[in-house]
């Protein structure tokens, strides 16, 4: 394995202007992007046009998991249109739905229906819990309350929590007296919750079959915490959109092989500020054409 690795995080609000701004100057996304979008209109019945009309954030969940998805994987095919092919990927929530995509394991239709659907099928629950990120080991987060459940595992020191809108506020006063730094997340709903059904036969018959490819590149999954092929079903993902994100043991296994630079494939920049407290580092796609990567 060579030291090429391409990152996909997970959710966070999309401001148009900036995809705007990609898409006029690199002629390749566009291009993966109308592609994208023909795909959304069939699939959710509306357009990533009608949401650069309306020029302000998209953070509800049904638009914003598959807004990321589209866009995580345009900026993958701009890479790799460059020249820039990984030999690994690691993927956070919605970002391993891009990961998956970008190893050969599923194709473009079945990325976006997984995203489509998740959104979806997950929004009645996601939209009355919230999460926030706390300074506090996962360990400490689980053992405080079973309110709440640990959403992600960042870095050893940073946690993600997700729970009920009241809960999630309760917990975060409690610690802010405490004097624990909490940030709550800037979305109006919270995944990766126990508090979502173990099963979700809709989201399962909506998706349908997937149709597993060659893998092209190795792929760390978050959600599995070890390598994987990605030869899952419908069932598989949502238990992804459930389960924990393990992102530090992800970047630690990347560490273990010598890797500590990653390209960071999304609308903004999320990992820059993280992944130095895992002894590692990140450069945008900007960055990596200029640099050729």
């Known amino acids: 394995m060579t030291r090429t690795v391409i990152a996909f995080s997970g959710c966070t609000p999309v401001r148009p202007q900036p995809?705007?701004?990609?898409?006029?100057?690199?002629?390749?996304?566009?291009?993966?992007?109308?592609?994208?979008?023909?795909?959304?209109?069939?699939?959710?019945?509306?357009?990533?046009?009608?949401?650069?009309?309306?020029?302000?954030?998209?953070?509800?969940?049904?638009?914003n998991f598959p807004l990321m998805v589209t866009l995580q994987i345009g900026m993958f095919e701009l890479l790799a249109h460059h020249g820039v092919r990984p030999d690994a990927v690691i993927g956070m929530s919605c970002g391993?739905?891009?990961?998956?995509?970008?190893?050969?394991?599923?194709?473009?239709?079945?990325?976006?229906?997984?995203?489509?659907?998740?959104?979806?099928?997950?929004?009645?629950?996601?939209?009355?819990?919230?999460?926030?990120?706390?300074?506090?080991?996962a360990a400490a987060c689980r053992a405080m309350t079973d309110r709440i459940s640990v959403a992600a595992?960042?870095?050893?020191?940073?946690?993600?929590?997700?729970?009920?809108?009241?809960?999630?506020?309760?917990?975060?006063?409690?610690?802010?007296?405490?004097?624990?730094?909490?940030?709550?997340?800037?979305?109006p709903w919270g995944v990766h919750t126990t508090l979502l059904p173990k099963r979700h036969p809709g989201f399962e018959a909506l998706v349908g079959r997937i149709a597993v490819g060659p893998t092209r590149?190795?792929?760390?999954?978050?959600?599995?915490?070890?390598?994987?092929?990605?030869?899952?079903?419908?069932?598989?993902?949502?238990?992804?959109?459930?389960a924990p994100v393990l992102f530090a043991p992800g970047i630690r296994a990347f560490a273990e092989r010598g890797i500590r630079t990653f390209i960071e494939a999304?609308?903004?920049?999320?990992?820059?500020?993280?992944?130095?407290?895992?002894?590692?580092?990140a450069i945008s796609v900007t960055a990596a054409l200029a640099v050729g990567a």
């Open 19 to 63: 995809i705007r701004s990609l898409m006029q100057r690199e002629a390749r996304f566009a291009e993966m992007i109308a592609q994208c979008d023909s795909i959304l209109v069939e699939e959710a019945g509306w357009s990533m046009g009608q949401l650069w009309e309306q020029d302000r954030e998209v953070t509800d969940l049904p638009r």
């Open 96 to 137: 391993e739905v891009s990961a998956a995509y970008a190893t050969g394991a599923i194709g473009l239709r079945d990325a976006l229906r997984i995203a489509v659907h998740g959104g979806k099928s997950m929004e009645a629950v996601a939209t009355q819990c919230r999460m926030a990120l706390v300074r506090m080991p």
């Open 266 to 281: 999304g609308p903004s920049s999320t990992l820059d500020s993280l992944l130095p407290r895992l002894g590692a580092s």
């Open 217 to 242: 590149c190795h792929a760390f999954s978050t959600s599995g915490g070890d390598w994987t092929s990605f030869d899952f079903d419908a069932a598989r993902w949502w238990r992804m959109f459930r």
């Open 153 to 187: 595992v960042m870095a050893p020191e940073f946690t993600v929590i997700s729970g009920l809108k009241a809960d999630v506020m309760s917990v975060s006063h409690f610690l802010e007296e405490r004097r624990v730094l909490v940030y709550p997340l800037p979305l």
